[in-house]
């Protein structure tokens, strides 16, 4: 009785599964079939032979994963950028955030909001290009400010210890302000009595921000983290490839550059396809273990 | 907030004023300086970096760069890519994200799931681009489109959207007799069109920026969209990047800065033109993404 019944739900919605198919197939071709060619980082892949007719080779590819020296470089390269996108990147929208809600002038605040939205829609060519352009030593806007100003001329491009700094301006500066949103809206669902009840109680400004926005907005902020932690590994192909260059090297290949090269230029398909299956589940583990961890703390979590 | 009066009050507001000044001042200025800087003289941007106003307007840098096959045909690559793209991704999308929006649909949840864990997992880019040469793709435009047709995000943004629409209007068009396919394109589609509008804008900005997939799967010089293009000009030819391959006759000696900046703004205007129309939808949109999931 009951399979009749599952059988009837769905000829019922027949139309409904023609719609969903186009949508399916893509991601089985695209996001799935994929998932499975990770099996090529246990064999020898040679293109013309294909998955099925390249030989298996076990864990021969891991195994050189960790003896590799520029593994540990750009397992090192990663967690750091990483962790300066914590440090350095993830608190910036919840103060802009804050302090847009402190402002009064709706006219100056929607000012505000329009201009520092603007960078999150140019590609990553775009934003390193303009800072090429301003950063260049001959004429570049950055050098000739410090030229004369009295000091000396820095070359930003082509050192190491200039890349990091770079990076992470360039990432504040493009995705701060469209970090923003997220929080103006959970700020904007507090209920105001709090404000006035804080305010007999004779808060000032700083008080109410400590006592009533910030763990009014904790939930999101740590959904946020969550999700930041299981981008851990995502530190943006574009932005880094854009940047690196034969000097700066040692500091900005990251996983997903090194996949690049090694996989793409030099044809080394196996061993960087398992170098990708690495990071994507040393991500995945730990998205879920932040996920667990959050929950642990009693907060709801992404899933 | 009630105005607070008191003089802590006051310096904070003034305080917050000038912060948020200066952050906006420091967002724009890079773009200000950049087209200021392709509309000057060369010698003008020799002799004084900080132009914000030229002195004299001067358009050489665009004419040459208008009269360079190249960014023309770059430019009309990313026209067609934006176009063909956006409708490409927006006719599956939105199939997609109604037929998962239907509360009586057997495997919903399944599907949902199957959407969703692409989200915190993937094969990455060397699988991803077996798949695609072993599809024969490589080299066509179709490599820029459909390996990035549907974005995981987008779909559920337009799910949740199409959901929150009253059941009761879909329910009185059935009985009166109207189809699935009706439903869709007459009542649901026409009701969304804050979404629809949304989502295709942030679907035609990826075309227009689009880059990792040309890279990956493009070979001939002639279908470079405009990033690659712009990418040629602006960092290869500081010399700076690690290969060199396949820089275009165009430029020989290294362009001059105005020249440089005059690549940029074309390639950042068309974003900045629909930026006006975007943002008026974007906040309810974008929320609806991240806080919902």
């Known amino acids: 009785m009951k399979k009749h019944d599952l059988r009837r739900r769905i000829m019922k919605n027949k139309a409904i599964y023609l719609m969903i198919l186009p949508g399916l197939l893509y991601f089985v071709l695209f996001k799935y079939f994929p998932m499975w060619g990770l099996v090529i980082s246990f064999q020898e892949y040679r293109p013309y032979d294909g998955i099925l007719g390249s030989d298996w080779v076990g864990f021969k590819h891991y195994q050189r994963l960790f003896t590799e020296p520029m593994f540990w470089t750009i397992f090192r390269n990663t967690i750091i950028l990483f962790l300066m996108n914590l440090i350095f990147f993830f608190p910036v929208p919840i103060i802009l955030a804050i302090l847009l809600n402190e402002v009064r002038l709706q006219a100056f605040k929607r000012f505000v909001q329009t201009i520092v939205y603007i960078p999150h829609f140019m590609s990553w060519v775009i934003i390193v290009s303009i800072s090429f352009v301003m950063v260049t030593m001959d004429g570049g806007m950055i050098n000739e400010g410090l030229d004369a100003m009295g000091m000396q001329k820095i070359n930003f491009l082509l050192s190491d210890e200039w890349f990091r700094p770079m990076y992470i301006v360039q990432v504040i500066w493009r995705e701060a302000g469209w970090g923003t949103i997220v929080y103006l809206a959970a700020i904007a669902a507090i209920d105001p009595q709090l404000y006035e009840a804080s305010r007999m109680d004779g808060a000032n400004r700083f008080r109410q921000i400590w006592h009533i926005t910030l763990p009014s907005i904790r939930s999101v902020i740590v959904i946020l983290l969550i999700l930041k932690i299981g981008d851990v590994l995502e530190l943006g192909f574009e932005h880094v490839y854009l940047l690196l260059n034969a000097m700066n090297r040692n500091v900005a290949e990251i996983f997903d550059t090194y996949v690049y090269t090694a996989g793409l230029k030099q044809g080394q398909f196996s061993y960087s396809t398992a170098v990708g299956f690495f990071k994507s589940f040393v991500g995945l583990v730990l998205v879920m273990s932040a996920n667990w961890l959050a929950k642990k703390f009693g907060e709801e979590g992404v899933y | ?293």
């Open chain 2, 1 to 293: 907030m009630v105005h607070d009066k008191t003089i802590g009050g006051r310096l904070f507001d003034g305080a917050v004023y000038v912060i948020l000044f200066l952050v906006a001042l420091v967002t724009i200025l890079p773009f200000l300086h950049i087209i200021a800087g392709s509309l000057t003289t060369v010698d003008e941007l020799a002799q004084k970096r900080f132009v914000l106003f030229p002195t004299k307007i001067s358009w050489d840098a665009y004419t040459y760069i208008f009269s360079t096959n190249t960014i023309f045909r770059s430019m009309l690559v990313s026209i067609g890519v934006t176009g063909f793209g956006t409708l490409f991704s927006m006719i599956l999308t939105s199939l997609m994200a109604y037929g998962l929006s239907r509360r009586d649909l057997v495997g919903r949840k399944q599907l949902m799931f199957m959407i969703v864990f692409t989200m915190l997992f993937s094969g990455g880019m060397i699988p991803t681009f077996i798949v695609v040469k072993s599809l024969g793709m490589i080299d066509s435009y179709a490599a820029l489109i459909v390996p990035t047709a549907i974005n995981a995000f987008n779909l559920i943004i337009l799910r949740s959207f199409f959901q929150n629409l009253p059941d009761g209007l879909e329910e009185s068009a059935k009985i009166d007799g109207c189809t699935d396919w009706g439903i869709l394109f007459r009542i649901v589609i026409p009701l969304s069109m804050p979404a629809i509008a949304t989502i295709s804008l942030f679907y035609a900005v990826t075309y227009w920026n689009t880059y990792l997939p040309a890279i990956l799967y493009i070979d001939s010089a002639e279908k470079w969209p405009i990033q690659v293009l712009l990418r040629q000009i602006v960092i290869l030819a500081s010399g700076l990047t690690a290969d060199s391959s396949g820089f275009s006759g165009d430029f020989v000696t290294p362009p001059d800065q105005t020249i440089k900046m005059a690549v940029i703004v074309v390639a950042t205007v068309p974003v900045l033109l629909v930026y006006p129309f975007l943002q008026k939808y974007f906040d309810k949109g974008a929320l609806l993404g991240s806080v919902k999931g």
